[in-house]
């Protein structure tokens, strides 16, 4: 069985109901489950005055990583059937974002997937919660654990 770290976001409605009926639907999915603290942030990688809610959530899974991205995204269209893209491709604002930080070290790089998740080190709101849940997890390419990303992305 794997061990599955993901984030939970969400900008729009009310943000901490969006975040507990994904966390319901996941735990229905996937079965027992940790929570981190909640952490509230501003939107990354657009412009927007909604903040975001986001919790980090681990579970175990004996499933492909294709297949766990897949139940995850069906998760979010019954939440939420808007997309997370506008038309020319960037960021929106979002009811609900489900992202699959890392599966154990696993490293993964196609199309649809890639882990861990490849902006894992420049977001403060996918490391304090990574910290939280897997202090000894680190990253497969340098070794780094969440905390350590973190003292790094203080420095910048």
Do not use: C
């Not at 901490?16 to 489950?33: C, E, H, K, V, Y």
Request: aromatic residues 8%; charged residues 25%; negative net charge.
């Amino acid at each position: 069985m794997a061990f599955v770290i993901v984030n939970i976001g969400s900008n729009l409605g009310d943000r901490r109901l969006n975040l507990s009926r994904a966390m319901r639907a996941i735990a229905g999915r996937f079965g027992d489950f940790e929570l981190s603290h909640a952490v509230e942030s501003e939107p990354w990688g657009f412009d927007s005055t909604n903040t975001f809610v986001n919790i980090g959530m681990a579970f175990h899974s004996d499933l492909p990583p294709l297949d766990i991205l897949h139940a995850l995204r069906q998760i979010e269209r019954s939440i939420s059937a808007e997309a997370h893209r506008d038309a020319d491709g960037g960021y929106r604002d979002r009811v609900i974002d489900i992202d699959i930080v890392a599966i154990d070290r696993l490293t993964v790089d196609t199309p649809e997937l890639k882990l861990p998740h490849p902006h894992l080190e420049e977001r403060r709101f996918f490391l304090e919660p990574l910290a939280e849940l897997a202090p000894a997890w680190t990253h497969p390419a340098h070794g780094l654990t969440a905390s350590q990303m973190l003292a790094r992305l203080g420095k910048e």
